[in-house]
């Protein structure tokens, strides 16, 4: 892996040890490299309970059976479903049956135009967002979104036939942590990750799993928070308030704008267009946040429409986000990878109310 120059890691920073190599995620956090953006964009997980360690490829390269894991990713990305293996943070397993689970983003929703010039109304595009409606009561957010369907296990080719479509298990509404502790991916995640899934474990016991490979692991410490569908970098796991920020933010069914890498199910210009309105108006809450549009007007230029909800009949604000996509020559390698490459990036260019 390239080094800048011959800097060495420091005691106190990441959680390294003094004297080791500086690792890609420390190098990406050094330059800065924007995160919105670059959450993966299937609607939805399929978590499979493996525990023990995972080779590169994650379920497949496990003690799962190879062709299985092969058959259950070929109906996942048939269903819109990312496969996740997960395992407790302390390890172990409980036993004689394995867990899996099933969470979808919702489906989008066609909702009317209220102020501004966009599109809405019978015939339009559905706006993209969490929810239809917020409830009142803050407490119970969470409750309103939708939650994980668990099931178990015993033969691993009893996967092949469990239905993925939400019409099977035991509906699951509370928030559930999964933290990328991939190590056979990439060393930053097993060195950043495992910390954080074991802080947060000792804060929301049973409400935690390690889990493999959710891509942009120079971004590690990683964390895919449920329901709110959102996708997390450089979590702060050795600062106990950044971890109870998240956890609170969670709870009430709103993200940390600022360690955001997106929402899942959304594209990548989407995903950084939502993120970028909330940063600049203060939101928290992204069911305040529906996605009307989004186009590209020259090679590598966009154009997002974003409506912002404001206060109980109100009505909702148009806001207009261009971006442009860029590929971006970076001067170090992924831990995992043996020379550099060029790498996107989403940048902001314009904002606008509309």
């Known amino acids: 892996m390239a080094e800048a120059g011959a800097a060495r890691k420091t005691a106190g920073t990441g959680g390294f040890a003094s004297g080791s190599p500086v690792r890609c995620s420390l190098l990406s956090a050094e330059r800065e490299e924007p995160m919105l953006g670059t959450a993966f964009a299937e609607p939805g997980v399929l978590l499979v309970e493996q525990p023990g360690p995972w080779g590169h490829a994650g379920l497949s390269a496990s003690r799962f059976d190879s062709a299985v894991a092969e ?28 867990r899996w689970a099933v969470w979808r983003a919702p489906e989008p929703e066609r909702a009317e135009h209220a102020g501004g010039s966009g599109t809405g109304g019978e015939g339009a595009p559905p706006a993209r967002g969490l929810q239809a409606s917020l409830p009142a009561d ?21 996967l092949l036939d469990v239905p993925l479509d939400g019409s099977a298990g035991e509906a699951d509404p509370e928030p559930l942590y999964l933290v990328c502790a991939h190590g056979k991916r990439d060393v930053c995640c097993a060195l950043r990750g495992r910390p954080l899934a074991a802080a947060l474990e000792t804060r929301r016991p049973g409400r935690v799993w390690e889990c493999s490979h959710t891509g942009g692991h120079r971004f590690a410490p990683i964390v895919l928070a449920l329901p709110t569908g959102a996708l997390y970098g450089r ?28 929402l899942i199910g959304f594209a990548p210009v ?34 997002a429409r974003v409506d ?17 996509v860029e590929s971006v020559e970076i001067s170090y390698a992924s831990c995992a990878k043996p020379a550099a490459k060029a790498e996107r990036e989403l940048r902001l260019v314009e904002l606008l109310a509309q």
Do not use: C, K, N
């Open 71 to 98: 058959g259950l990713a070929v109906r996942a990305r048939a269903a819109g479903l990312r496969v996740l293996a997960i395992r407790r943070p302390a390890g172990g397993f409980d036993g004689p049956r394995r």
């Open 138 to 158: 803050p407490e119970a957010r969470h409750h309103t979104l939708p939650g994980l369907l668990w099931s178990d296990f015993g033969a691993d080719a009893e």
């Open 235 to 262: 979590v702060p796991g050795s600062d106990a308030d950044g971890a109870d920020a998240l956890i609170a933010a969670t709870e009430r069914g709103e993200v940390v704008p600022d360690l955001l890498r997106g």
């Open 270 to 303: 989407e995903q950084a267009a939502i993120g970028h309105v909330m940063m600049a108006l203060s939101l928290t809450d992204p069911r305040a946040v529906r996605l009307r549009s989004s186009v590209e007007t020259a090679p590598g230029r966009w154009e």
């Open 308 to 324: 912002v909800r404001g206060p109980a009949g109100a009505g909702s604000s148009p806001w207009l986000v261009r971006l442009a």
